[in-house]
């Protein structure tokens, strides 16, 4: 199976440096309900302004209720179908736009939420998971077949599930899997001590 940390200029927790988005999933092998709680828990915990808890999360596992994973899975576009068919686990990830307490906007209710989610993807890879986050999904779909109310904003669906090696996918996609890991160099996206000036690494 493929182990890609990542390579960083300063070291970081092994957990931030073990995770990434496989999508060679074990079709065989369930995530228990004691690790779906851990997962949620971790999400539970995650920061938000004011302690608001934007989030709203569902969860669908193919062990206990293929059918409703079934339903889930149904909402997601072809080419992530391809690969999360073997995924024990599917959640879609959602954001209030409102304040809890007065009703008001909240502007960093999806700031809050994305935190929680990876919250979650790093839980993942301290049980021996995998978590990988997708845009591509029919947000208009998933909408009415869960009735989700207009003021959650649907973020984000995760598969999560144990690690398989490259050959369950097919060849475009093992390509993907096998690639190597990469990022903009630091000093492209993070700034010191004014915009576009580059932070210093040396």
């Known amino acids: ?29 369930p995530v228990s309900r004691e690790q779906i709680l851990s997962l949620l828990e971790a999400a ?19 062990h206990s209720d293929r059918a409703a994973w079934e339903k889930a899975f149904g909402c997601l576009v072809e080419w992530n179908q391809n690969w999360v068919k073997n995924a024990p ?16 906007p909240n502007r960093w209710g999806q700031y ?46 995760i598969a999560v599930g144990y690690q398989a090696e490259a050959s369950v996918l097919d060849e475009e996609l093992q390509q993907l899997e096998t690639a190597l890991r990469e990022r903009t160099p630091l000093g492209v996206l993070f700034f010191e001590n004014g915009w576009n000036q580059p932070v210093k690494t040396g």
Not at 1 to 29: E, Y
């Open 89 to 104: 686990v599917l959640l879609l990830v959602t954001a209030n736009s409102l304040f809890r307490k007065n009703g008001q």
């Open 1 to 29: 199976m493929q182990n890609k940390p990542a390579l960083t200029l300063a070291p970081v927790h092994d957990i931030i440096a073990r995770r990434w988005s496989c999508r060679a999933f074990d079709a065989a092998k």
């Open 112 to 157: 809050d939420t994305g935190a929680a989610a990876e919250n979650l993807c790093l839980q993942a890879e301290a049980l021996g998971l995998k978590a990988h986050q997708m845009g591509g999904f029919d947000e208009a779909k998933v909408r009415e077949t869960y009735a989700i109310p207009a003021q959650y904003a649907c973020m984000a669906m």
């Open 44 to 62: 539970r915990w995650a920061p938000s302004c004011f302690g608001d808890e934007p989030w709203r999360f569902i969860v669908w596992d193919k």
